[in-house]
T-cell receptor
Framework: GQNIDQPTEMTATEGAIVQINCTYQ??????LFWYQQHAGEAPTFLSY??LDGLEEKGRFSSFLSRSKGYSYLLLKELQMKDSASYLC??????????WGAGTKLIIKP | IAGITQAPTSQILAAGRRMTLRCTQD?????MYWYRQDLGLGLRLIHY???????GKGEVPDGYSVSRANTDDFPLTLASAVPSQTSVYFC?????????????FGPGTRLTVL
């Protein structure tokens, strides 16, 4: 079967750095996406990785290792507005997105 | 209209009733999707359409139907609602169906079936 695993919840302090991990087992791989979802709102796109390595976009970076079936999202200089759920999704061999359940990130002052 | 709109925002429905959730996008995207989101579970694909006139089944299609008569609209119909269909429903669209497939989501419809 296909499976995406990420921690259910994480807590971090404002101004700090946090790393959210995602491991996956899917039938085929055509890229990995990270989305942000604030409570009661729609998911919004953060990043896309298809090759191994680190993609940096401002305070957010995303890393991929295809051989290990592993990705992480790194958030630096945390702000209160970063409190949200972070969704990991993998595009499988049928070009369909398989979604993890999401990691709820709580930021404390 | 800017982006994707969904209607209604929320709905309480009696079991056995028929219900259509509406979704409209103005980005001229080829592909559209319907997901449901339940607590503790990831988004699950119900149905999708890669282009106007075509539709396909996702992971959890039973009890749902869709149509794609034109590029902009992608309604989702529950023929006879059951309590297990209580969920938040998101419509999404994307410009491509290839590997780089950034999906844009509507605000969601919160549906409760009693």
């Amino acid at each position: 079967g296909q499976n995406i695993d990420q921690p259910t919840e994480m807590t971090a302090t404002e101004g700090a750095i946090v790393q959210i991990n995602c491991t996956y087992q899917t039938s085929g791989f055509n890229g990995l996406f990270w989305y942000q979802q604030h409570a009661g709102e729609a998911p919004t796109f953060l990043s896309y990785n298809v090759l191994d390595g680190l993609e940096e976009k401002g305070r957010f970076s995303s890393f991929l290792s295809r051989s290990k079936g592993y990705s992480y999202l790194l958030l630096k200089e945390l702000q209160m507005k970063d409190s949200a759920s972070y969704l990991c999704a993998v595009m499988d061999s049928n070009y369909q997105l398989i979604w993890g359940a999401g990691t709820k990130l709580i930021i404390k002052p | 209209i800017a982006g994707i709109t969904q209607a209604p925002t929320s709905q309480i429905l009696a079991a056995g009733r028929r219900m259509t959730l509406r979704c409209t996008q103005d980005m001229r995207h080829n592909a559209m999707y319907w997901y449901r989101q339940d607590l503790g579970l990831g988004l699950r694909l119900i149905h999708y359409s890669n282009t106007a006139g075509t539709t396909g089944k996702g992971e959890v299609p039973d009890g749902y139907s869709v149509s794609r008569a034109n590029t902009d609209d992608f309604p989702l119909t529950l023929a006879s609602a059951v309590p297990s269909q209580t969920s938040v429903y998101f419509c999404a669209s994307s410009d491509s169906t290839g590997t780089y497939n950034e999906q844009f989501f509507g605000p969601g419809t919160r549906l409760t079936v009693l």
